[in-house]
């Protein structure tokens, strides 16, 4: 069956740093991967979608990377601030109706 | 979050209790999603409405069961839950299935 993987560890980093994410998959490539966000309590919020012929996309200080060989995506987030905590779910289709999310990467900012 | 919005925004109810959670989105899609999430597990798909028809059912108990009277409202109806069904439970909806989805922000679910 599709798998998406993600650290399930709690990712520290300084503010002003750089955050990198990482998020598996298995099987065979999805046509596009997905990256949300989501705050304690509230619902996920759409952030970037990235195709499979598409190497990297970027938007403002967020920038994703798609490794067909590797079978991964990175998600980076620069000059990081107290406001980017929060826990960041890759998804990918599985060829259906169906979307499946990793459990997400919880991500705390310092100031 | 005003692109879609759910009702209630918590609820508790007993485990003989009868209630619903309603879904509403204002974004002109064709597709509308409940998932349930628990803690600190991936989000679980329950149901998938395109066109008000439903087209996936991932193995949901029945006591659970969902209604779609039009694109834009969606309905989970509840009955004699388990403890273990507290969760929060997340409407989405996207143009096409499958497509980015836009989520609302979840009921609260406690079962006593």
């Known amino acids: 069956s599709q798998k998406i993987e993600q650290n399930s560890e709690a990712l520290n980093i300084q503010e002003g740093k750089t955050a990198t994410l990482t998020c598996n998959y298995t099987?065979?490539?999805?046509?596009?991967l997905q990256w949300y966000r989501q705050d304690p309590g509230r619902g996920p919020v759409f952030l970037l979608l990235?195709?499979?012929?598409?190497k990297e996309k970027r938007k403002e200080r967020l920038k994703v990377t798609f490794d067909t060989t590797l079978k991964q995506s990175l998600f980076h987030i620069t000059a990081s601030q107290p406001a980017d905590s929060a826990t960041y779910l890759c998804a990918r289709n599985t060829g259906g109706f169906k979307t499946i999310f990793g459990a997400g990467t919880r991500l705390f900012v310092k100031a | 979050e005003t692109g879609v919005t759910q009702t209630p925004r918590h609820l508790v109810m007993g485990m003989t209790n009868k209630k619903s959670l309603k879904c509403e989105q204002h974004?002109?899609?064709?597709?509308m999603y409940w998932y349930k999430q628990s803690a600190k597990k991936p989000l679980e798909l329950m149901f998938v409405?395109?066109?008000?028809?439903?087209?996936e059912n991932n193995s949901v108990p029945s006591r659970f069961s969902p209604e779609c009277p039009n694109s834009s409202h969606l309905f989970l109806h509840l009955h004699t839950l388990q403890p273990e069904d507290s969760a929060l439970y997340l409407c989405a909806s996207s143009q096409d299935v499958p497509d980015t989805q836009y989520f609302g922000p979840g009921t609260r679910l406690t079962v006593l």
């Open positions: 099987n065979y490539s999805p046509a596009y």
């Open positions: 990235i195709r499979e012929n598409e």
């Open positions: 409405y395109s066109l008000e028809e439903r087209v």
């Open positions: 974004l002109g899609h064709n597709a």
